[in-house]
């Protein structure tokens, strides 16, 4: 991660002010309050040698530098090149989550009395291996950010030819049954395996679709993406891209 941070502002010579605090144990302390869920003032001293407002402002740094993305189209190139993507089978699903202080990307939740929410939106391989990680109001149907969604995975190398980002078929459940997706789906090379909305359960895609469920609870064990606490949706959607950065290198240190 350090080579994708950007450089230290230059100290002055005649009132140099404090030290900065190393962006080793400021990365420490954003990850206690990403898993953690703690307020940031809340962070332990000792943690990030300082207040934990420190870590929110490397946090809104790295975020507003393009840290994150970066970061984790690294570690899917890394899982490519170990071959453990599958990058022909993905599914995509939404979780509602409440916001308590409101903000970008916020509206009434339809599954929560018409509270404020976020939506949070994931597409993942065969394996669960989040590829992409959006944000948007609790008020958005699924469907209408499915194409948003498929543009955000980023292009995995890791094997020789072209990087892959497409992919070749895309499992989802009724809420996304429109046959106008479909034929967007269709013209970008992708074919949609989408259940069929007043049709008997059993159509066995939930054999292949039910991964993009566990990605989502692998996703909410951080406790500071359960409920939404940010008012910026950019530093929310860089602890979104954080979190899947985590899992991916999870799976990485387990197969080495």
Same mark, same amino acid.
């Given at each position: 991660?350090?080579?994708?941070?950007?450089?230290?502002?230059?100290?002055?010579?005649?009132?140099?002010?404090?030290?900065?605090?190393?962006?080793?144990?400021?990365?420490?302390?954003?990850?206690?309050?990403?898993?953690?869920?703690?307020?940031?003032?809340?962070?332990?001293?000792?943690?990030?040698?300082?207040?934990?407002?420190?870590?929110?402002?490397?946090?809104?740094?790295?975020?507003?530098?393009?840290?994150?993305?970066?970061?984790?189209?690294?570690?899917?190139?890394?899982? %490519? !090149?170990?071959?453990? &993507?599958?990058? @022909?089978?993905?599914?995509?699903?939404?979780?509602?989550? /409440?916001? #308590?202080?409101?903000?970008?990307?916020?509206?009434?939740?339809?599954?929560?009395?018409?509270?404020?929410?976020?939506?949070?939106?994931?597409?993942?391989?065969?394996?669960?291996?989040?590829?992409?990680?959006?944000?948007?109001?609790?008020?958005?149907?699924?469907?209408?950010?499915?194409?948003?969604?498929?543009?955000?995975?980023?292009?995995?190398?890791?094997?020789?030819?072209?990087?892959? %980002? !497409?992919?070749?078929? &895309?499992?989802? @459940?009724?809420?996304?049954?429109?046959?106008?997706?479909? /034929?967007? #789906?269709?013209?970008?090379?992708?074919?949609?395996?989408?259940?069929?909305?007043?049709?008997?359960?059993?159509?066995?895609?939930?054999?292949?679709?039910?991964?993009?469920?566990?990605?989502?609870?692998?996703?909410?064990?951080?406790?500071?993406?359960?409920?939404?606490?940010?008012?910026?949706?950019?530093?929310?959607?860089?602890?979104?891209?954080?979190?899947?950065?985590?899992?991916?290198? %999870? !799976?990485?240190?387990?197969?080495?």
């Amino acid at each position: 991660m350090a080579p994708l941070l950007p450089p230290a502002p230059e100290r002055r010579r005649r009132y140099p002010g404090r030290l900065r605090v190393p962006d080793r144990a400021a990365l420490v302390g954003v990850m206690y309050v990403l898993r953690t869920g703690v307020a940031w003032r809340d962070v332990p001293a000792e943690t990030v040698g300082r207040s934990g407002v420190t870590a929110w402002h490397r946090l809104r740094d790295w975020t507003e530098a393009g840290v994150w993305p970066r970061l984790h189209a690294i570690l899917l190139t890394e899982l %490519r !090149r170990a071959g453990l &993507l599958d990058l @022909d089978d993905c599914s995509v699903d939404g979780s509602h989550v /409440r916001a #308590l202080k409101g903000g970008d990307h916020v509206g009434p939740s339809p599954v929560d009395r018409a509270r404020p929410g976020s939506k949070h939106h994931l597409i993942v391989d065969r394996h669960g291996t989040p590829f992409a990680v959006t944000l948007t109001g609790g008020n958005r149907h699924d469907v209408t950010h499915l194409q948003p969604l498929v543009d955000a995975v980023p292009s995995i190398r890791g094997l020789r030819g072209r990087p892959r %980002r !497409r992919p070749r078929c &895309l499992y989802a @459940d009724r809420g996304h049954d429109f046959d106008k997706y479909r /034929r967007l #789906l269709w013209k970008r090379g992708i074919k949609p395996l989408i259940a069929r909305r007043g049709v008997t359960h059993g159509s066995g895609l939930g054999k292949v679709r039910w991964v993009v469920e566990r990605a989502f609870a692998w996703l909410h064990q951080f406790k500071r993406l359960r409920t939404r606490h940010e008012r910026r949706a950019d530093l929310h959607q860089g602890l979104l891209e954080l979190a899947c950065s985590l899992i991916c290198l %999870r !799976r990485l240190t387990i197969a080495a």
